[in-house]
């Protein structure tokens, strides 16, 4: 386990060396080599016995694949991967090829996951230091500032917005920001379920 930890406490140190947050909507893989790294950590190793390990290995992995941008190699982990945590990645990574209906099913069949719980507080505090640009999205975020829970089907209908070309590069940024926060808060309880801490 020490090895597989190590490999990837390596691969999350190079995917936080990126000059820029991952894209709201990828054409292509950030660091190519990056799969294959993600992909050589064993799924056994990283579970190590734990009840849930091997699944939250799994959808461990695929997030990692989604901070490289890589949609399609997330996606097949996910794709048959029947737990709260793999139906959320598989929304985040149908949202980010656009697909928003797909991506609203996903997230249905996610419930409330438990890492969103931090999520909201989160995003909520980053909006408000925030000087939102106004136009079509400022209602929106003013929305995700005051709502009690995250609302992943909010957070898809401001992203909708931005790729319909009707949000500026500002409101982008913000989105992006908000984007690895939550991947950041699902990559955290994972790692709570198999022992690693690579984010604190």
Do not use: C
Request: glycine share 8%.
């Amino acid at each position: 386990m020490k090895d597989e930890a190590g490999e990837g406490y390596t691969v999350i140190s190079r995917l936080r060396s990126r000059k820029s947050l991952p894209s709201l909507s990828p054409d292509y893989a950030w660091h190519p080599r990056l799969d294959e790294d993600i992909a050589a950590l064993s799924e056994e190793r990283l579970a190590d016995g734990r009840p849930d390990g091997l699944m939250s290995s799994q959808a461990w992995k695929a997030a990692l694949h989604l901070w490289n941008d890589s949609l399609a190699a997330a996606h097949e982990l996910v794709e048959h991967l029947e737990t709260p945590s793999g139906a959320a990645l598989h929304g985040i990574m149908h949202r980010r090829e656009g697909d928003f209906d797909n991506a609203k099913y996903w997230f249905h069949q996610a419930g409330d996951h438990p890492a969103f719980h931090g999520l909201q507080s989160r995003a909520a505090s980053f909006l408000r230091e925030q000087n939102i640009p106004s136009g079509p999205l400022k209602e929106t975020f003013d929305k995700m500032v005051m709502q009690g829970n995250w609302n992943p089907y909010l957070f898809i209908s401001a992203i909708a917005i931005q790729e319909s070309r009707y949000g500026e590069e500002e409101t982008r940024s913000l989105l992006e920001h908000i984007q690895q926060l939550e991947l950041e808060a699902l990559i955290r309880f994972l790692e709570g379920r198999i022992g690693l801490n690579s984010l604190n």
